[in-house]
């Protein structure tokens, strides 16, 4: 089993891998970084290469784990964190750890191998976007679990080891140190407010209209006016909304529009740019909901422009070539 | 001018180009990468390439601005803030933002194009840190200025865009939100044990022993417990010191063997891996000084090995493929 570790300083959690560790000569270079090689586990016919299946979307009397599915979700058989288990949370000297037990789920979006989101119908992403309410809501069951995050990683630069079109979700035994942050800043500003911070965002984009890229009826996708990186997108329901899985069921399509209408825009700029995306919700199993008035679920949206260097490693400050007001022109501007 | 901006929920900084923004075609895609092209202004000959020098180490009798140097402080040519100017902070709705003020100068470290530290003299890397102490001294001289950093991109993926070896340090008007968090974090350790959590720190791994890379009279090099990164180092001074520049003249010489060593060491393991070193230190002008007997100056020491992808940008968890102490054994035994 790998290793939860807490570092007493910034508070930061890492999970070492204790059990598998990879030894230098398995990094891979800069140059020579590309697809896992062999046949793709996320195609039709090649359902045995996965872990077997947890749920599918499927076609009338297809059994698990055969062809006949639209989306299917299996465990990442190279798991982050495992999901049997106890904590044992513990002291090594003056750092923390535990046992790194949670869930590892990936989300196969598509049988289609070269087709993105933006390439799919709208019914199909609203397929993919009601899994992840499934799927969230499964996990949540489970106490241990105080955190899932749903995440996208697209190009072997943006993290993905595998080319067909997957989502990852993790489910965390604790709240992670960025997310906490985030929650904390936005309820200090309920405190000194009564407002939520995102609900006021929302309203001063929509005021200022330079930074919104698309809108519809339950959502609006704009470019953060601190953007971290060029082309940065987040998605926000225009209705107060502290989980993900609070979503109204109505409310998905508009949704699913928007996520194809964004990637389809970066695209028509960028070719076939890689990408992260991160649905921002509130933990789970939280006794203590203060944070359900003033949290404000959102998906970030990154296009990988630009690298990270020592620069933001060192301050957590970020260089921003293009401004999110010119960025946010050029996405309006393009027609898809 | 670039803007500074703050983003009221995690209280982060970003520098947006305003002036110069950079378009959509001019974001090199991933595959493209590689140095910028044209003769290096770095090398000797071509010291008409970079700004006017601000300061150098150089032979007797050769002018600034020519051949003759063997360390070379410049201005950066494409800076992230400018010198000239006043913050002006103020307020854009619920965000704040200021003028992009600060200093960002280059430190060429030697006038061999294709030598990294780990090929120069004792006495060269030497020199090279005193200029890191010098122009530190010089900066906080300007009160505007709250912390200076020094750090180093070495490889286009690290962040590098010339191959010629070379430091950056920048000049910030505010204490950036990372380091804030850790001197924060340190604080409230000396606040409930009375000691300094970096000396507590080394007294854990000099007793444990398995994580130490390297040792002599005045520094310590080991991979931390809680590394984010595989075969992350950190170097530290065995005796307490709050600031970088405090670092006792006659201590300078066994850091810059340990450095060399260091990165001796990983490039005996992965060849000529690519990586980031960042200095971190306590910021300056400021007068609540609580942070003295708590903070301690290191460095810490990353190689570019795996890539950052969703689930590190969304939770500030990190995945270490390789365990900090197998690390640690594998470049203690190697020798150079």
């Known amino acids: ?164 079109p997957h989502t990852q979700i993790i489910a965390l035994p604790m709240v992670p140190k960025s997310v906490k942050e985030e929650i904390i800043g936005a309820q200090h500003y309920f405190e000194y407010r009564e407002r939520c911070i995102f609900c006021d965002m929302i309203r001063q984009e929509m005021d200022e209209k330079e930074r919104i890229v698309l809108e519809n009826k339950n959502f609006i996708a704009f470019c953060p006016f601190v953007s971290r990186f060029p082309f940065e997108i987040w998605i926000m329901p225009k209705k107060h909304t502290s989980f993900f899985c609070e979503t109204p069921f109505e409310a998905v399509p508009d949704l699913a529009v928007m996520l194809k209408g964004i990637i389809a825009k970066v695209r028509k700029v960028f070719g076939n740019p890689e990408y992260n995306f991160i649905l921002h919700t509130s933990p789970i199993n939280n006794p203590d909901s203060t944070n359900m008035d003033s949290y404000h679920w959102h998906l970030e949206f990154m296009p990988k422009l630009t690298r990270v260097a020592g620069f933001e490693w060192g301050t957590g400050f970020y260089l921003v070539p293009t401004p999110p007001e010119s960025s946010a022109k050029l996405l309006r501007e393009v027609t898809v």
């Open 1 to 164: 089993m790998s290793e939860l570790r807490r570092d007493p300083i910034a508070g930061r959690w890492v999970i070492v891998s204790t059990d598998t560790p990879i030894k230098p000569e398995e990094y891979e270079h800069e140059e020579q970084h590309g697809w896992r090689p062999g046949a793709c586990p996320f195609c039709y016919g090649n359902e045995s290469l996965t872990p077997a299946e947890i749920v599918a979307v499927r076609d009338n009397h297809t059994p698990p784990n055969s062809p006949g599915w639209q989306v299917r979700v299996v465990p990442n058989k190279f798991p982050a964190l495992q999901i049997e288990g106890d904590l044992e949370r513990r002291p090594v000297g003056l750092y923390d750890m535990s046992n790194a037990i949670g869930a590892h789920e990936v989300i196969i979006e598509t049988p289609y191998h070269h087709k993105d989101l933006s390439d799919l119908l709208d019914q199909e992403v609203t397929n993919i976007l009601h899994m992840y309410r499934q799927r969230s809501l499964d996990l949540e069951k489970d106490r241990r679990f105080k955190y899932v995050m749903i995440f996208k990683n697209y190009g072997p630069s943006a993290g993905a080891s595998l080319e067909h």
